[in-house]
Structure formats: structure tokens, C-alpha cells
């Protein structure tokens, strides 16, 4: 099978032939075609949705090699289909994912922290690092991603030979088997990968992180990256202008008059 967001994260559409179509659970089918832009769930990164042949594709899971395509209705084995990704959930995934490995990968070089815990949710990324973290540190390294992101720099995909891999300082260095997949971020991050990317550290928008807690023997975090940023900062604004209303104060006194 032919992975396509791996040739190209940003194709939206394609063609494909349908090489299988089986009774899954649910009511659901299990679709496995000759190529695909379907990205499946994988790395901590969800799977894509969207449609292919006019049915809607509810979840992508990749089983013995092959990608399964979930769809709400059978196709037929033998039929050329044209496929269509949800864009904007794939590229709140691209976002985020980048948004992550650039915050992680700084971590990493000014702590020697190791990623050892994520799970990107329809609301947040969370990530689990394995050592203590002060406040003023966190946001010293919010401060410096984000001017690696008004920089603007390249987000590079290789595939090392072997021998070139031994050689190679990544962060997740570890036996891997296969082709092994390199992302790296604008020289702030070199890290294994099988997510989907941007490919400038400018389309991340805006990393932030939202909380900071001590987990296990160092700290989990909940960070953000992309829309997401702006989809929070209107709701906090709408909040906040609500509170002001109610207590008859400016938006930038409002912990003021509740405190009064």
C-alpha cells in the first residue's frame, strides 16, 4: 500500500482502488486500499476522518501492514473511489504534533528530559517528562519555542541509512526495526517519528503551554500549538469580558473585583 501523507501531509484528495472490503464491528466496514492519504492512528497522533466514495471514513487503524479504513457503509472490491480527508482536523494534528516536538526537543537540550509520556486530545496535548521543572523554566522554554516559531525554519523528513543512524544524536534513540523516519525542527529537535508535520516551524502559530503539574519523579504538561491557541484565547477572552460585565470592571481588573 501506498502511504501518501507520507509523500505529501498537505494532499487533501486522491484516487484509490478498493482491494478489500470486510464486516467490521459496529455496523461498520474495513476498507483497505491500493494508496491512500488517510493518515492512522499511530505515534500518539489520532487517526484522520473525512469520506471516500461518499462514505464516511470514522476511523483509520493500521493492522498487519495495512491501513483499515472504518466506513460507515460497505464499497465495492475491484471500484476506483476518491478519498477526502478532514483538512482541518489533519492539520490541527500537523500543528500540534510540530508544536510538540519543538517544545520537547528544546526540553531536552537545555534538561536532558526524556518525552516519556503523549497523548494528543480534542483539546490538548499532554506530555509527561522525567524530571522536575520549575515555573520560571517552563516559561523561559514557552518564550524561546515560540521565537523558533516566528522564525519560521524548515521541519525536514529523512530516512537515515543504518550506518548513518548509529551516527546520529536523536532524541527516542532506541532499537528500532525497518526504516526509521527523522523529523527534525529547525535545529531545535532531531527525533524518530511516524506523525505528520508542517513543514515551517511558522505554520506551528503559537505553542502554549496551559498547566504544569508534578506527575511521578517529574512533570506533566498541557500545551497547545495552532488554531487551538486562538480557539482558547477567545474563550478565556469571552470569560473574562463576561465577568467584567457582571462586576462592573475593566477586563484588566477583574481578579481585583473579585477579590473585593
Known amino acids: 500500500m501506498e502511504k501518501l501523507y507520507y509523500e505529501d501531509p498537505y494532499q487533501k484528495t486522491f484516487t484509490a482502488q478498493v482491494l478489500s472490503c470486510e464486516p467490521g464491528k459496529k455496523g461498520r466496514y474495513q476498507v483497505i486500499l491500493d494508496q491512500t492519504a488517510f493518515y492512522p492512528e499511530g505515534g500518539g497522533q489520532p487517526y484522520d476522518t473525512g469520506m471516500l466514495g461518499g462514505v ?39 500543528q ?25 486530545g480534542e483539546d490538548e496535548i499532554t506530555v509527561d517528562f522525567n524530571g522536575p521543572l520549575t515555573m520560571e523554566q517552563v516559561e523561559a522554554l514557552e518564550r524561546e519555542a515560540n521565537e523558533v516559531v516566528y522564525a519560521n525554519g524548515p521541519i525536514r523528513i529523512t530516512y537515515p541509512t543504518s550506518e548513518e543512524l548509529e551516527k546520529l544524536e536523536y532524541r527516542s534513540k532506541k532499537e528500532l526495526t525497518g526504516q526509521v523516519r527523522i523529523v527534525e525542527v529547525c535545529g531545535a529537535d532531531v527525533c524518530a517519528c511516524c506523525g505528520t508535520h508542517v513543514t515551517h516551524t511558522g505554520e506551528i502559530g503559537m505553542v502554549k503551554l496551559l498547566s504544569v503539574v508534578k506527575f511521578r519523579e517529574g512533570v506533566r504538561m498541557e500545551m497547545i500549538s495552532g488554531r487551538r491557541v486562538l480557539d482558547y484565547l477567545n474563550m478565556v477572552n469571552e470569560q473574562n469580558r463576561q465577568i467584567s460585565v457582571k462586576l462592573s470592571a475593566k477586563m484588566d481588573k477583574t481578579a481585583q473585583a473579585v477579590a473585593r
Not at 64 to 86: F, K, N, Q, S, W
Not at 100 to 110: A, K, P, V
Open 96 to 120: 500540534n504534533h510540530s508544536g510538540e516536538h519543538l517544545f520537547s526537543g528544546l526540553l531536552h537540550r537545555h534538561y536532558g528530559y526524556d518525552n516519556v509520556g503523549f497523548h494528543m
Open 56 to 94: 464516511k471514513v470514522l476511523e483509520v487503524h493500521e493492522k498487519d501492514g495495512h491501513v483499515v479504513h472504518e466506513t460507515e457503509a460497505p464499497l465495492t472490491v475491484g471500484g476506483t473511489v476518491t478519498g477526502e480527508i478532514d483538512w482541518q482536523r489533519r492539520y490541527d494534528h500537523m
